[in-house]
C-alpha cells in the first residue's frame, strides 16, 4: 500500500483521536523515508496505532457537534437513574469518554441546555408533576425533587414556569 505525504496532512474518517492521528502520521513518515542506518520502527508505530484503536473509545460526536443518539441515550438514562441527585458534569462525560468541556459544548448543542439546566428542568417537570397529580405537601415535593427546602424549590420553580407552585397547583385544580 503506497501512502501519499498529502493524505495525512488532514484527518479523514472522523478520526477523533490525536494520539492514533499523531501515530499514523509518524508511520507514514517512517515509510516514506526508511533511514536504513535507523532500526525498523514501522511495527512499533503500527502496535501502537493498534492499542489506541482497540482501548477505550474516543467518541465522535453526530452531526452539528452534538452527541451521537447512545451517548445522550447513555447519559439521560443514568441521570434519570439518579433522580434526584444532582450528577457532577466529570461523572457524565465519563459515561462517554469525553472531556468535560467537549461533553459539556455536545451536549448542549443535542438538547438546546447545559446538563446542570437539563437536570434542573428535569426537577422542576417532576415537581409539577407532583403538584398537578397529588396533594403532597410543597416541603415533600421539593425533598422528592431534590431541592434544598421549600423556599427553593418555590424559587427556582418560579423562575422557570413563571408562577409559584402554589400557584400554578391552583390554577390546574379548576
Known amino acids: 500500500m503506497q501512502i501519499e505525504p498529502h493524505q495525512?496532512?488532514?484527518?479523514?474518517?472522523?478520526?477523533?483521536?490525536?494520539?492514533?492521528?499523531?501515530?499514523?502520521?509518524?508511520?507514514?513518515?517512517?515509510?516514506?523515508h526508511p533511514d536504513p542506518s535507523l532500526p525498523p520502527h514501522d511495527g512499533c508505530h503500527?502496535?501502537?496505532?493498534?492499542?489506541?484503536?482497540?482501548?477505550?473509545?474516543?467518541?465522535v460526536t453526530g452531526p452539528g457537534g452534538g452527541l451521537a443518539p447512545w451517548q445522550l441515550r447513555r447519559v439521560?438514562?443514568?441521570?434519570?437513574a439518579q433522580f434526584p441527585q444532582r450528577i457532577e458534569?466529570?461523572?457524565?462525560?465519563a459515561r462517554i469518554n469525553l472531556s468535560q468541556?467537549?461533553?459539556?459544548?455536545?451536549?448542549?448543542?443535542?438538547?438546546?441546555?447545559?446538563?446542570?439546566?437539563?437536570?434542573?428542568?428535569?426537577?422542576i417537570q417532576r415537581g409539577q408533576t407532583m403538584l398537578s397529580g397529588s396533594d403532597a405537601t410543597l416541603a415533600d415535593i421539593a425533598h422528592a425533587t431534590g431541592f434544598a427546602d421549600p423556599v427553593h424549590f418555590g424559587r427556582m420553580f418560579r423562575k422557570h414556569v413563571g408562577v409559584s407552585p402554589g400557584a400554578w397547583?391552583?390554577?390546574?385544580k379548576r
Open 101 to 123: 468541556a467537549h461533553f459539556s459544548r455536545a451536549f448542549k448543542a443535542s438538547t438546546g441546555m447545559a446538563p446542570y439546566q437539563w437536570q434542573l428542568n428535569a426537577r
Open 76 to 80: 439521560i438514562d443514568h441521570m434519570e
Open 46 to 59: 503500527i502496535a501502537a496505532v493498534t492499542a489506541q484503536v482497540l482501548a477505550a473509545p474516543h467518541c
Open 89 to 93: 458534569l466529570a461523572t457524565l462525560a
Open 8 to 32: 495525512t496532512d488532514t484527518p479523514r474518517a472522523r478520526l477523533a483521536n490525536d494520539k492514533v492521528w499523531s501515530l499514523v502520521q509518524l508511520l507514514s513518515e517512517a515509510i516514506e
Open 169 to 172: 397547583r391552583s390554577e390546574r
